[in-house]
């Protein structure tokens, strides 16, 4: 039985009830700062229960069980910790069918697309547990003493990586999963051993609800700190931004607007003690159409660029915004191709009513700015906020003039820029703000042009596609999804993949300590069976003391 508003959720052999209130450190607890309700955005219809909104009171009781949570947290061996993350994971797929009924009721994405980031969510969980059991997160470092050394001994210096505290996590409107409540943000800090509290975005509560009571399940069967993890609701302009205020708090991420993720990263620096904020904003994901691209089948070319336009009525972070195809009779071909590709896509329910609006106000900004002319639109959806695809043009002089052209547009709308030459994609590349992604469409006539942009690519984007299309991002040790400001605010770090895990940890070495006294990490028999660097060279646990 799927669930349409407040029905039961099986989890494993207990049922959770959509209650409607925040989890703080392990217990329901009803909000006194108001209600809110999330939307069917196909229909506009508000779904039940509503969600009562935590006081600031009620937030420093999460944030207070947080930090009393991390001492032990942070010491937990890998061992228990892996199996920690990997129960979490178990627990959100016991929930089924019913989790990806109500995640479909709050969101309007289609179940397909709802499977794979479920999915995506609980892989990436169980990449993190590996990461916890390889432990070379933990950054051992090692110089040994040198008494004898002239003309001053050495002493025994000792360095690891440790988790900063607990972490403020903000879930994403437009993925439900894999940057929400279980999400990237939260995986890596679990991972790291800070703490989370969980601020629940307010358009799908009821599917944060669910998988906060996996988490929460997890955390006490493993016998946790009931701490680790809080899952609260509440407005964004004053529950998170407390929340960010918090001394308790010593990270954040995020993934949002811009106009958001800057208000936390304002709050954080005005903080006595300032504290990272790791925001993802916006991004235009440029493609470059290199020549030799188009003696190909142009068809598919642009069929494949409108359906990264319009997958998930384009409200992914990495949807193309911007083609740059060149100028010319093989440009125009591509052009039309763009054409008749979108004006055969139905327009898809997007995630909310506002989303929505904020598409057509950015759409009528384009459509009536000049030098931009339309190459093609889409058909209207059938339900509610589910605008026509469109896709305009315009020529790169202008684009280089109008900032208007460099906003981003949430949802299924590009813009085609035509060029002359690869001087032409160099300055246009060098203008653009940082971007999550660059994508590269060429082929071998094209390495040439295509070695002469890449530099400026890289000090551009977090991550350069060849052949391939930015939408869909590889969960892996590799991947980097991040990129220069504003598509982060931090171009050093990824939200995406295991080297996220970096973002919530700091050095700190210890000289000259008995054995006794050091982390077990760091102890002269490497009691957890680390990876280590010994005098600058990577030393492997003995066989016999292989971790099972």
Known sequence: MAITENQYIPAKETI???????????????????????????????????????????????????????????????????????????????AGDDLLARAALETGLPWARLETERSRTTKQLRLFADVVRQGDFRGVRIDPAQPDRTPLPRPDIRQRQIPLGPVAVFGASNFPFAFSTAGGDTASALAAGCPVVFKAHNAHPGTSEI?????????????????????????????????????????????????????????????????????????????????????????????????????????????????????GEAGDKLAAAVGRAVAGCSGQTMLTQGIASAWHQGVDALSGTPAVTPLGHGIEGETQNAPAPAVFEAPLPEFLANPVLHDEIFGAASLVIRYETIEDLIRAAAQLEGQLTATLQLTESDHDEAARLLPTLERKVGRIIVNGWPTGVEVGHAVIHGGPYPATSDSRTTSVGTLAINRFLRPVAYQNLPDELLPPALQENNPWHLIRRIDGSLVMPEPSHAAS
Do not use: W
């Open 16 to 94: 959770v009830i959509l209650t409607g209130h925040s989890l703080i450190a392990g217990r329901s607890a009803a909000g006194t700062g108001g209600k809110t309700t999330g939307f069917n955005p196909a229909t506009n219809q508000p779904l039940n229960p509503a969600y009562t909104l935590i006081s600031p009171n009620q937030l420093q009781e999460a944030t207070s069980a947080a930090a009393e949570a991390f001492e032990s947290f942070r010491a937990l061996d890998p061992h228990t910790h892996a199996a920690f993350l990997d129960s979490i994971a178990e627990n959100i797929e016991a």
């Open 211 to 327: 998988v906060g009571h996996a988490i929460t399940q997890a955390v006490k069967d493993h016998g946790l700190h009931p701490g680790v993890f809080s899952l609260i609701y509440g407005p964004g302009s004053s529950i998170g931004q407390a929340l960010v205020a918090d001394p308790a708090i010593k990270a954040v991420g995020f993934t949002g607007s811009r106009a958001a993720g800057t208000a936390l990263m304002r709050t954080a620096a005005a903080r006595p003690e300032p504290i990272p904020v790791y925001a993802e904003m916006s991004s235009l994901n440029p493609v470059f159409v290199l020549p030799g691209a188009l003696d190909g089948d142009v068809d598919a070319l642009a069929s494949q660029y409108i359906t990264a336009v319009t997958g998930s009525s384009g409200q992914l972070c990495t949807s193309p915004g911007l083609l740059f195809a060149p100028a």
